[in-house]
């Protein structure tokens, strides 16, 4: 599938600053960015960042003269994802995880699944096939959590979602990784650009590693699976913030788009009949 | 240095589960491992990963049969450290730090450095040094925070910690690093044994980043810093527990030991007069 | 119904300290207390304050010389409940409330009912009973949060239980308590005397206020409802401790017993065919 | 001093509704209300509530008609305030405290004083005269917490704002509190209106029972402590809310003002040199 992604950053950088940005397309064996463009105005020498803490393409660089800059990003990507049949499958024991998997377990800043055991286990623990479990974990998520636009912010984290039932994207995605850890289940954070979000915005979802493979999910029901274009995944929202800002700098406006390059798009969502799971490789 | 580390720990293993240990001495380059031995009785096939998430060298093994293991570690380790001088220092821009020093900013499970940005700069910000400003962090933490035992549990984190004044090493480590980080500099966990705790037990202090070196600071003030054999380094304790355990498993004693393996110790703690860290490498 | 109750307190006393002990049974209505006596040892004035904040029989004294002191009470109690009808009830509106029912609306240190909002309403809001509304809160609290012992402590809060899902006695009414508030029905803390309470010890409930009464509801279920002497009520257990003491003061040992004090018991417990509450007036 | 307070709050009603509003000045000793007028258009029948849960004077509606409604209190007040010297006076035993004081000293849900302890102990535990603690809490949280509208909300707690370090009016007030709890000293959340309070507002401050007085502390420093008008009293802002409203409503506009009504006024803040607090009776 090919997606033109676009987006553009108005800083106000008010001291000389440091600025990680984490909005470039990853390159991955299904994901091929086909042409891109990263530029930041006035002219300033960028460096890319070789990944650590997750897969990211962070593009690292200082301003030192206060003053208004853009940054923008724009790409063209081509990308597919695999479909995963978890008909009549059973959890793959941690003792046959993969090690660069692990870590995946572990509680995280936002996704505090050591809290959340208990809650985990007495709602979920009686489910067999690992994939219907994390279809059942989104779709609560879905019908008890109301997606409400400020309601949270960036210290809010998934033991106060699952309380107080409100939040956006990232909450939702938090949410459902601490569940899924608090069960055994691999979890990480997603960001992308995300076909037919409205309003357009940079998405955050989810990926459970279920028998060996990292699969998609989205609590928040609100794009097709198939429409996204991956940017980043890691433990949490702060292993793949879009922007790391170290300075006194304020943002103005930003644009996000995620346009469809090619004609046909049949948008897929989970549903409750079949065991097929999609992953971006 | 030479050091005789020990541990047993005994599990009564209630359903078939596996166990992830975290007590193996670290191989670097100032960290000889002269002699070791993990073993576990009844005998059972370990496997050491590869590091993940920090430095570490796990050992993963599968218990089948319900029943008590046994699992012992013993080794000679020979190791050193390096002195730095941080006289008249400045701090490091952010630009310059290499990429993988990066996730050591992020705030963590148990370091909530974006919770407390505006607590550390009131209370350290205005210190120039960076060595001076980590030793003000440590004294401030050893002057008003209770070590106590028993006082926290898995659970409690650096913004507990900040106010309600009491804990223990972990405690002590994820405060020093939360509040690093809230001011920009990188920190990272840092598990071993260490020579002259009193009880015996593993002990957790921290590395901030600075300079380019990965200091050793230890807030507990508990033991001479060049008494340290490292375990493992990461985010915080999430990354670097001593055990991670899937399974119906309890722990029925544990035996922590650190020998010195030769003669002369000159116990080394930080003073005040002088800018001299000690790094591991 | 007559009881027999008795605790004994024994404390290490290390500075002169000032007590506030609340294990007075309450003269109400239907409470009568028929024989009753309260001592320290060595003997020392008390004095028996009015309540406030809440219904209780506080007594304070002053301990001036260190020392061990004990503090006994022992009463034969004798108390009837009444039985309330809800079958086919609707809610009171707010607006015919006593004000003295009112600040049972608020939330309080430990019953956060103002994070509750959402969960409590998604959960519970369409039964439209009342008094099968809090039938279904407590129902579910008994099922879902497991009873265990030394699992929280005194800053235990309900929104911490609801997510935890482990606690005791306290923990649970805190949790009920809460729910109800976030429901717009008025709920306060209940502390008594329970008979059959195994192992023996003061034991912890909550009121909800239904049509115009206060109903008793008990989420751990561990004894019948209708063997309680109450000692106090209030917002929550911060309105009600069994002890406030000002001053360096070591708890060491506690016993406390509650017998039946005539022949014939019938346990009471609230199935779920009828629409019977009981209230302690 | 005279002053003319008014305060006009326009709600839309979307289903039938009670409100309970608490801006009505208070009748006290030294308070005097001259004139006031309490009116709700549409006509509607109010009833003022006798006060329960600290002081006030709320006046509960119902709005049985969906629509926009608008609630004005206006009125003139008369008070004083006595000066109260604290030169080398020590604290009141625990023991002579009236009996209706011991409340304040509980934690409640905005000042969670019991997770406070340690800190506020070793913050401000060794000043001996208790107007001099209480003013040097005051001052820490005027110079350490930074007021910042909107950075808070209505679920920010003296706990959060500790370490966080930001907050409105009634978070200096809900950390204040807390501190003085922690120090045995009995503390209570006060809402008035306000003169020089720019913008105008309602605001928030505390009173801190020392040696037998209510005195008034204000940790923001914004206005003049005579120029208060109280409106309630309470163990904190879930006490003391402005409105207290039940069923869809919501906040249009609100309108405050508070005018002196005659012609002298000098301004009074606390200043370091005297030991003279100020108390509204």
Chains 1, 2, 3, 4 share one sequence.
Not at 95 to 108: G, K
Not at 124 to 134: A, D, E, M
């Amino acid at each position: 599938m090919k997606f033109n992604v676009f987006t553009e950053m108005e800083y106000i950088v008010k001291s000389a600053s440091t600025l990680i940005l984490n909005v470039n397309a990853l390159h991955t064996a299904h994901q091929k960015v086909l042409t891109e463009e990263f530029t930041v105005s006035p002219n300033i020498i960028t460096e890319e960042l070789p990944a650590t803490a997750g897969e990211n393409r962070m593009v690292r660089f200082e301003v030192t003269n206060p003053g208004i800059i853009k940054v923008a990003y724009k790409a063209t990507v081509d990308n597919s994802f695999k479909t995963v049949d978890f008909q009549g499958q059973y959890e793959m024991p941690v003792a046959q995880f993969d090690h660069t998997i692990i870590p995946y377990l572990y509680p995280s800043r936002y996704c505090q699944s050591d809290k959340l055991y208990r809650l985990a286990n007495d709602m979920f623990g009686n489910i067999v096939n690992p994939f219907t479990k994390v279809i059942a974990i989104t779709d609560w998520i879905y019908w008890h959590v109301e997606y409400l636009s400020g309601s949270t912010n960036s210290e809010t984290s998934a033991f106060d979602t699952v309380t107080e039932r409100q939040g956006v994207c990232r909450d939702f995605a938090h949410l459902g990784i601490a569940l899924c850890r608090a069960l055994t289940i691999p979890a990480r954070y997603f960001t992308g650009y995300a076909y037919q979000l409205v309003p357009p915005d940079f998405h955050a979802c989810f990926e459970a590693y279920i028998n060996g493979e990292w699969i998609l999910f989205d609590a928040t029901k609100l794009v097709p699976l198939n429409g996204m274009v991956k940017i980043a995944t890691g433990r949490d929202a702060a292993d793949t913030a879009i922007a790391n800002i170290f300075g006194d700098v304020e943002l103005r406006t930003i644009v996000v788009s995620c346009e469809l390059a090619e004609e046909a798009f049949e948008p897929l969502k989970y549903g409750h009949v079949d065991y097929k799971g999609i992953a971006y490789l």
